[in-house]
Structure formats: structure tokens, C-alpha cells
């Protein structure tokens, strides 16, 4: 089981979502800081989650190395809210070359590690959307999949079928809040 965040790495996450508003001026990471000390969400542009993709791929990282079995990531949020556009940085983060696409109705895609990556094989991207009962879920092979400490598994939607798999390492709630902007809260487990 990963360990609690570190005030060090909630300062690391929270000074990567320093966001732009809506009339585009910037917003400071303390002004982040704040909100998050209010609501426990965070306000972030696309730019901001593409740097927080970079600071959790370091985080998921670290978390691997304690653990047995894959680390687990769940991203919810209704549709639109980004949980696709953070795996696209998250990928582009760990340096994976190949385009990542929404698995709506393929429910699983694979995509594999630089070799250079020393703790990771393969990035198992599902999206749970249309499952509905347990045999959809057991369908993508899931189980073999967190079996492997070499997996980084992430289910888009993973809250509809939490009843069928082990408590994530990570949960990544996700709320629309303007055409721009995304509210953002981590929550480890
Ligand atoms: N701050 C932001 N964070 C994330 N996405 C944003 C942001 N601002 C605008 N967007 C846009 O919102 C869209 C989010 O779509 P995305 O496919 O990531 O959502 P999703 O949560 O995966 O939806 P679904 O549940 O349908 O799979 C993208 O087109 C993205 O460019
Ligand atoms: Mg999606």
C-alpha cells in the first residue's frame, strides 16, 4: 500500500496547478493553495493538469516501488470533466510514445513504458462507462492486470464498478466548472 501524501508532495501538486482564469490573467499557487485549504479542490487549466500530470507521474512512481501488485488509479467526474486529457499528459509525461485514445467502447488499451522506465511496464488505460455488472469488468482481465507491480492501471469512471475492484492507490475527481477551468481533488487512499 502506497504512503500518505507528504506535505512536501501536496505542496509539489498544489504549486503545479498555479492556473489561468477565465480573463486569462494567473493565478498564484497560493491563491491555489487556498482553495484548497476551503474546499479540497483544486482549479486548474489544461496547462495546469498537464503539470500536475507531471508531478503525480512522479508521485505513481515512487508509490510502485512499495507495493505488490499494480498501482491503481481512479478517475471520476461526469462527461467532459478531463479524466482522458489527464491520462494524454500523464502518458506524455512517463514519455510514452504511442497516441492515447478513449477506451469507451473497447472498455481497455495498453501502452507501454519507455524501456527506460525503471519501474513500469505497461500503462492499462480502462474506461468503465459502459460496464455493468461484473463480468464486464472481468472481461478487460483486470485481475491479471493488478497483479503485476509492473502495471500503472487507471479506470476512467472506476467509482461505477468499485464494488469489483481493490481500493485505488489514487482517486482523481474531476467537476467541470467553466468551458476552461476543471475543479481537481486527489484523494489517497
Ligand atoms: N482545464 C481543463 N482540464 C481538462 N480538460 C479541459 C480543460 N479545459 C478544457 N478542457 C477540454 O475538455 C475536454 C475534456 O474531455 P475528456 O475527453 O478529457 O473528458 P472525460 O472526462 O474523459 O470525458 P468522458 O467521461 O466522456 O470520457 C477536452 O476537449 C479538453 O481539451
Ligand atoms: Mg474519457
Redesign the pocket.
Known sequence: MAQKFTPLERRRFLSAVETETTDGSVMSPLASCEVSVLTGFMT???KG?ARLAKRISSWTAGASQVKPCATLVVLS?????????FIKYLARAFKIKSKVH?P?FVFVHEYHFPKSNAQFLKLIHI?A?RMEKRSDVAATGIKQYLKDPQNLVLI??GERISKWIPKPDLTIK?LHHT????KIRLLQN
Open positions: 486548474v487549466s489544461e493538469l467526474g461526469n462527461l467532459g470533466s478531463g479524466k482522458t486529457t478513449s469507451t474506461d462507462y476512467e469512471w474531476f468551458p476552461k477551468l476543471r
